[in-house]
């Protein structure tokens, strides 16, 4: 099947750092998705993103669907952008990736 | 509006027994999902339905595991004979069309098996 790697693993920054997390994945997909779950388990929606860039505040994606990667930046980190980052792809279900681990120090 | 509901929050259940989880898809979603969660790993998709009708659930564990939306709403996941292994968090979802559409997630039910 699929798979989908993510990395960093694990990311430390200070608040007002910048972060790019990546998402690489081994098929072709029909679309992609970005979720923030933050420390009380909430998977939040942040892109719905098949191909090309979009940005919503202080976070911005690109997928480049032909290479098969995922790109999400996070820009001027706060306290509240710690918790795990997820890409997931669909092709006939959602298969999420590995998680980026993001914690932000003030 | 409302977004997923999930309950109970959580769960703890004894070796042995059965446990019912509902969910509350947003409103006017056809589909609905049911994923896994184990500590520290991503979710993992167990069923999918679209309206009342379950298109797809290869990725129940085994047959303890049972899940119905009878009314193209409302669901529950059934787990029959509960295991220590089945302890985990177990995530709803749904979205507005088909699978591929963007799915919106539930807060979870931690099922702890003592």
Known sequence: GIQVEQSPPDLILQEGANSTLRCNFSDSVNNLQWFHQNPWGQLINLFYIPSGTKQNGRLS??????ERYSLLYISSSQTTDSGVYFCAVYTDKLIFGTGTRLQVFP | GAGVSQSPRYKVAKRGQDVALRCDPISGHVSLFWYQQALGQGPEFLTYFQNEAQLDKSGLPSDRFFAERPEGSVSTLKIQRTQQEDSAVYLCASSLVGPG????FGPGTRLTVT
């Open chain 1, 61 to 66: 994606a690109t997928t480049v669907a032909t």
């Open chain 2, 101 to 104: 559409s963007e799915q919106y």
